[in-house]
């Protein structure tokens, strides 16, 4: 089996779909964010479609390491890993196929399949042009705790979006927006809060153990990402799980991040990984440190599906995995362009038992909402 063709393409509900397509016409479907797509197109299509066509798309190792050297100099990070890390899901997806299997069960078989997600929402990224915005009034944000709990969700993660470029700004007011949204779901109900890189250490030790004192489930990215000294520090003063990773690319960051950093849990982003290859190999590192795992993944498409997928294959990811659809503008939107959804009922996914990742992209409808054309 060769790699004949990939196809990047743009959707206007999100995601840049990428589809890599074989001589025997098994095909995989992979997906990166379409914010930056006129860059990531080209890239994917020409730079990288250059070195893995003619590659077997099983060998996924293989493909990963001939795309990595000779595109280090636009990494590594950002739109190199994002870009690599669609093509390794595709390529997954179509040997997953090829073997008739479930992607769960052809990497090693599933530890569980019936997964608990929960709820991720802030409304700051709306404006992510400009660093971030606004991240709402507690009544706002209230609402959309709202909904979450009407779709049955029971967990969830309040996203204030800060960014580092605005330190510090709203500390009180950061109080009061999670003491509303927890007291509006109460004990019964899982709340952690994001802090989106947004404090300075001292900040960051004092509002922690407000969180902390108000019941937070888990504390994350209170700092800067590079910041793993400062960090070590925020982890040392508190008792609740502080977590961190979601801004990390590669394996080696991993390891600096949690030899330095030692934060209580580790986020690793399917995507700014890489894709499947490296994240199981970062699972495994976290296994060795007896870290549990807590992916970043706030989405409901391909994703957050694959991401699932190799979540449930490690016997130490018991806690609840992150799903939203508010970047895609509804859960109609994020799922209309496949024949299949993945969609929690009761704050649970059920992993489909369908060959691959699952989740097949109808041609009519890709052609439909695609913003290339």
């Given at each position: 089996m060769?790699?004949?063709?990939?196809?990047a393409?743009p959707?206007?509900?999100?995601p840049l779909?990428?589809r890599v397509r074989?001589?025997?016409?098994?095909?995989?479907?992979g997906?990166?964010?379409?914010?930056?797509?006129?860059?990531?197109k080209p890239?994917?299509?020409?730079?990288?479609?250059?070195?893995?066509?003619?590659?077997?798309?099983?060998?996924t190792q293989l493909?990963?390491?001939?795309m990595f050297p000779?595109?280090?100099?636009?990494g590594?990070?950002g739109m190199?890993m994002?870009?690599?890390?669609?093509?390794?899901?595709?390529c997954w997806?179509?040997a997953?196929k090829?073997a008739?299997?479930?992607?769960?069960?052809y990497?090693s078989?599933?530890?569980?399949?019936h997964?608990?997600?929960y709820?991720s929402t802030?409304?700051a990224?709306k404006?992510?042009r400009?660093?971030?915005?606004d991240p709402?009034?507690?009544?706002?944000?209230v609402?959309?705790m709202?909904?979450g709990r009407?779709?049955g969700?029971?967990a969830?993660?309040l996203?204030l979006?800060?960014?580092?470029q605005?330190?510090d700004?709203d500390?009180?007011?950061?109080i009061?927006?999670?003491k509303a949204?927890?007291?509006?779901?109460?004990?019964d109900c899982r709340?952690s809060?994001d802090i989106?890189n947004g404090y300075s250490?001292?900040?960051?030790?004092?509002?922690g153990l407000?969180?902390q004192?108000m019941?937070a489930a888990?504390?994350?990215e209170p700092l800067?990402?590079y910041?793993y000294?400062?960090?070590?520090?925020?982890?040392d003063?508190l008792?609740m799980?502080?977590t961190s990773?979601?801004?990390?690319?590669?394996?080696?960051?991993f390891?600096?991040?949690?030899?330095?950093?030692?934060?209580d849990?580790?986020?690793p982003?399917?995507?700014f990984v890489?894709?499947?290859?490296p994240?199981?190999?970062?699972?495994?590192?976290?296994?060795?440190?007896?870290?549990?795992?807590l992916p970043?993944g706030?989405?409901?498409g391909v994703q957050n599906?694959?991401?699932?997928?190799?979540y449930s294959?490690?016997?130490?990811a018991t806690?609840?995995?992150?799903y939203?659809?508010e970047?895609n503008?509804g859960?109609?939107n994020a799922?209309r362009?496949?024949?299949e959804?993945?969609?929690?009922?009761d704050?649970?996914?059920d992993l489909?038992?369908r060959p691959?990742h699952?989740?097949?992209?109808?041609?009519?409808?890709?052609?439909a909402f695609?913003i290339?054309?």
């Amino acid at each position: 089996m060769k790699i004949t063709s990939i196809q990047a393409i743009p959707i206007e509900s999100g995601p840049l779909l990428v589809r890599v397509r074989t001589d025997e016409g098994v095909d995989g479907i992979g997906e990166a964010s379409q914010r930056y797509w006129r860059s990531m197109k080209p890239f994917i299509e020409e730079t990288l479609a250059d070195i893995v066509v003619g590659m077997d798309p099983r060998d996924t190792q293989l493909i990963w390491d001939a795309m990595f050297p000779p595109t280090k100099w636009i990494g590594p990070g950002g739109m190199q890993m994002v870009c690599m890390g669609a093509i390794d899901i595709a390529c997954w997806d179509i040997a997953a196929k090829s073997a008739g299997q479930p992607l769960y069960r052809y990497m090693s078989g599933a530890a569980r399949t019936h997964i608990p997600v929960y709820w991720s929402t802030g409304v700051a990224w709306k404006n992510w042009r400009s660093g971030g915005g606004d991240p709402g009034t507690p009544e706002v944000l209230v609402e959309r705790m709202r909904e979450g709990r009407e779709a049955g969700f029971t967990a969830f993660k309040l996203r204030l979006e800060w960014m580092h470029q605005r330190q510090d700004q709203d500390p009180v007011g950061d109080i009061a927006r999670f003491k509303a949204c927890k007291d509006y779901l109460g004990d019964d109900c899982r709340l952690s809060v994001d802090i989106n890189n947004g404090y300075s250490v001292s900040t960051a030790i004092e509002q922690g153990l407000k969180f902390q004192d108000m019941g937070a489930a888990h504390y994350e990215e209170p700092l800067p990402q590079y910041d793993y000294a400062g960090l070590k520090q925020v982890v040392d003063a508190l008792d609740m799980p502080v977590t961190s990773g979601e801004l990390e690319h590669t394996l080696w960051n991993f390891r600096d991040l949690i030899e330095r950093g030692d934060p209580d849990i580790l986020q690793p982003d399917l995507l700014f990984v890489g894709g499947i290859t490296p994240m199981r190999k970062i699972f495994t590192l976290c296994e060795a440190f007896n870290k549990p795992v807590l992916p970043h993944g706030p989405g409901a498409g391909v994703q957050n599906a694959v991401s699932l997928h190799v979540y449930s294959t490690q016997v130490n990811a018991t806690l609840p995995h992150e799903y939203s659809w508010e970047f895609n503008d509804g859960l109609e939107n994020a799922t209309r362009i496949y024949e299949e959804a993945i969609v929690p009922t009761d704050g649970f996914v059920d992993l489909p038992d369908r060959p691959g990742h699952g989740l097949v992209a109808v041609d009519e409808a890709v052609e439909a909402f695609r913003i290339d054309k």
